[in-house]
């Protein structure tokens, strides 16, 4: 059972090992009463509860890190119980939504609901034990669509999923989307893929930037990431039919393009991707 305890405590960040404790203002507290009261069974209002805290404590955190946000333009502030999706979204103007998932005590998995899954830049694991005083930020996962996340994923052997490379992350987003131009690479590219975000490739692009050192090894991360994309949206002959710019062709009439075609025509998209991204 969750109490809560009243403290002292002014609003604060405590940042020990990697992980960040935020302490809980009674601010998110009134605003998860209000939501969680609003719902149909004690199970939804607990969840709504838990998940209004976690957004809370995660804006908290970005903004002492002056990365704006705005718990209002999210889906998960002011909850419909109509429509009882399980999501801890938090909007960031300009960017995009990031998902802010509650971790109990003991819990060990966590499951992204369906409605969470799509469209994130990133997913937070906030950390709750029995009194909700503070919750503790255990790490993020960044520019990665994710069905689970394992809490062992936040231990210091992966220090990429570091709670800290979170603002780090957005700003190199922010600034990558900044410089996009209607006519360049990566606009050409976004617009055939229809993304659930417009921030979603960029913010994929940027995680193989974080996570891969070797300009080879990002290409071909690249590569994949396109692939893998253009298999969601349709199939990747079709994708690179409609950016056949990108193919080396001996013959420009040619109906249809080869298998080895298709190959260097996703090859030439990344290695121009790859150059975009370098500036």
């Known amino acids: 059972m969750f109490e809560i305890e009243e403290t002292n405590y002014q609003e604060m960040i405590i940042h020990d090992e990697g992980k960040v404790t935020v302490i809980l203002p009674q601010e998110a507290h009134q605003w998860a009463r209000i939501f969680a009261a609003k719902q149909d069974d004690v199970e939804s209002g607990r969840r709504v509860y838990l998940n209004t805290l976690a957004v809370f404590a995660v804006s908290f955190f970005l903004e002492r890190h002056r990365i704006e946000t705005d718990l209002e333009a999210s889906d998960c502030w002011y909850p419909n119980p109509m429509t009882p999706f399980d999501v801890a979204d938090l909007y960031l103007p300009d960017l995009g939504q990031i998902e802010c998932r509650p971790v109990l005590p003991d819990q060990r998995h966590i499951e992204i609901p369906e409605d969470a899954r799509n469209g994130r830049l990133a997913y937070v694991a906030v950390q709750f034990s029995e009194v909700l005083d503070r919750v503790v930020l255990l790490g993020v996962i960044c520019g990665e669509s994710r069905s689970s ?12 999923n570091a709670i800290a490379n979170l603002p780090i992350f957005l700003n190199k987003v922010k600034e990558l989307a900044a410089h996009r ?4 690479v990566l606009s050409k590219v976004e617009a055939d893929l229809e993304l659930s975000s417009p921030m979603e490739l960029v913010a994929r692009l940027q995680r193989i930037l974080m996570l891969e050192s070797e300009p080879s090894l990002q290409r071909s991360a690249i590569e994949r990431t396109l692939k893998e994309l253009a298999r969601q949206e349709s199939t990747i002959r079709e994708f690179a039919e409609s950016h056949r710019e990108f193919a080396v062709l001996s013959d420009e009439e040619t109906e249809d393009l ?22």
């Open 258 to 279: 080869t298998d080895e075609q298709v190959e260097s025509t996703f090859r030439q998209m990344a290695a121009d991707l790859w150059r975009y991204l370098q500036g």
């Open 181 to 184: 131009q209607e006519d360049d």
């Open 149 to 160: 996340i394992y809490i062992r994923e936040f231990s210091p052997s992966k220090p990429e």
